[in-house]
């Protein structure tokens, strides 16, 4: 944090680029980093108020709560916001509750789950006009990779390779047509 700006200065000096490509490549850098944070928020904000509105339906105590708690797990993905409906759910099956467990579990695993699957990539790939796969491949490869991180440096390593390459094949075309003439 205290050397960010010095640093982010060195590192665009050093980059061995034309003034417009350099432009070019930090601002599709910022662009994906700013639509992969505000993904994330989406849909954490998204599975919270399901969560909560399912836990509420149930006549769970403290609805509220317990969906706010799920917002901000839900920004670990795959496992955040069944750290809370997970133990409801079994909570609920060993007490006999059975009917409220399986609506939990299924309504856990096929709405709230797959929230994360299904939109997220549409959120982030529309900002970054990256394919909704790509960019889910690239989160996951991240994770693989790089962990918790890996969900926003994936789809920013994916997009400045899909930046660069198009920038260098823009460059190659326009050299390879201006030794045509």
């Given amino acids: 944090m205290r050397d960010g700006a010095s640093l982010a200065a060195r590192i665009k000096q050093a980059i061995p680029l034309s003034p417009e490509q350099k432009r070019y490549l930090f601002t599709k850098f910022i662009t994906v980093i700013r639509a992969t944070v505000k993904g994330n928020i989406v849909v954490a904000a998204l599975q919270g108020t399901l969560g909560g509105l399912i836990f509420w339906i149930l006549g769970i105590q403290g609805a509220l709560l317990w969906g706010v708690l799920m917002a901000f797990l839900s920004l670990l993905p795959a496992i955040g916001a069944g750290l809370v409906w997970g133990p409801v759910a079994i909570y609920f ?3 006999g509750a059975i009917w409220q467990s399986l609506v939990l579990i299924a309504f856990g695993v096929f709405v709230i789950g797959l929230v994360d699957n299904i939109l997220r990539p549409i959120l982030v790939g529309k900002d970054t006009q990256m394919p909704d796969y790509v960019v ?12 918790l991180n890996g969900f926003v440096i994936g789809p920013v390593i994916a997009a400045l390779f899909i930046a660069t390459w198009d920038l260098f094949s823009s460059t190659t075309e326009a050299h390879t047509d201006r030794s045509v003439d």
């Fill in 136 to 147: 889910l491949i690239s989160a996951l490869g991240g994770m693989a990779l790089f962990g």
């Fill in 93 to 95: 099956l060993l007490t």
